[in-house]
Nanobody
């Protein structure tokens, strides 16, 4: 079972990136999915989550209105569209699959994690 995150890179402040998280080895269409991030020297923090059918989403206040989470269950893939990026968004971004089908922000609810993709936003 693997979650493969991709799409990170270097972007200027105000720019956009789209992260993808492709699952292999099993389907996660019945699981809530989430994105977390971890900046150097800081704890991993919640970014966004989506329920199993995509009908419910949840965002950290710091990204609300700028980031959009979505999923394509047919492709077993979750996306994070990031617009108007800020230097404080710089971090390694991780996708994760939750134990339950809900859009939860609790890190303890996630039991499958991807390897992370680095996003660097320059000022």
């Amino acid at each position: 079972v693997q979650l493969q995150a991709s799409g990170g890179g270097l972007v200027q402040a105000g720019g956009s990136l789209r992260l993808s998280c492709a699952a292999s080895g099993r389907t996660f269409s019945n699981n809530g999915m989430g994105w977390f991030r971890q900046a150097p020297g800081k704890e991993r923090e919640f970014v966004a989550a989506i329920s199993w059918r995509g009908s419910s989403t949840n965002y950290a206040d710091s990204v609300k209105g700028r980031f959009t989470i979505s999923r394509d269950n047919a492709q077993n893939t979750v996306y994070l569209q990031m617009n108007n990026l800020k230097p404080e968004d710089t971090a390694v971004y991780y996708c994760a699959a939750a134990r339950r089908p809900i859009a939860t922000r609790l890190l303890s609810e996630y039991n499958y994690w991807g390897q992370g993709t680095l996003v660097t936003v320059s000022s």
